[in-house]
């Protein structure tokens, strides 16, 4: 399969959010509280600044991926939206996002990367323990589980 992984343009606004809120709908029903959508109305302001990026995996037209990188403060930066389309998982696109995320983080010199998911989020999870993040937290709410990650770059 052929794909381009880029920065988000303007025109990716409607595939985005209806990756996104289709996979939460499915996998996270139960979460739907911890998982805000607000910033997927916004993506251009949210994660435009210059320390900010928000990446998508664009295959012939169709978003199949995306991530985003938030700035925390100076040196920390938040991991976000790892999203896959379940029909084109395990093909390294997960992998490929978060890769291009943390090299994002290291030319805007950031010192840590964080990423906080719930145990329903195994696979993202292990994704990012496979690239090097450790697990720092582990927080009860609401009855499920949050794990905050990070990395040191």
Known sequence: MTYDLRR???????????LILSILAKEYPFEKSAYSDSDLDKIDSIYGGGKNAF?????E???????GVKEDSREEALLRRVFVDPKARKHGYGSALVDRAVD???????????FRCTDRMADAMRLCMKK??????N???????????????
Do not use: M, P, Q
């Open 8 to 18: 988000y343009k303007r025109d990716d606004a409607d595939g985005v959010r209806e």
């Open 55 to 59: 990446f998508v995996i664009d295959e």
């Open 61 to 67: 037209g169709r978003i199949t991926g995306t991530t």
């Open 104 to 114: 994002f983080c290291k030319e805007k010199g950031y010192k840590r990367v964080y």
């Open 132 to 137: 090097g993040f450790k697990e720092v937290e």
């Open 139 to 153: 927080l009860e709410i609401g009855g499920f589980h949050i794990h905050k990650l990070e990395l040191k770059i």
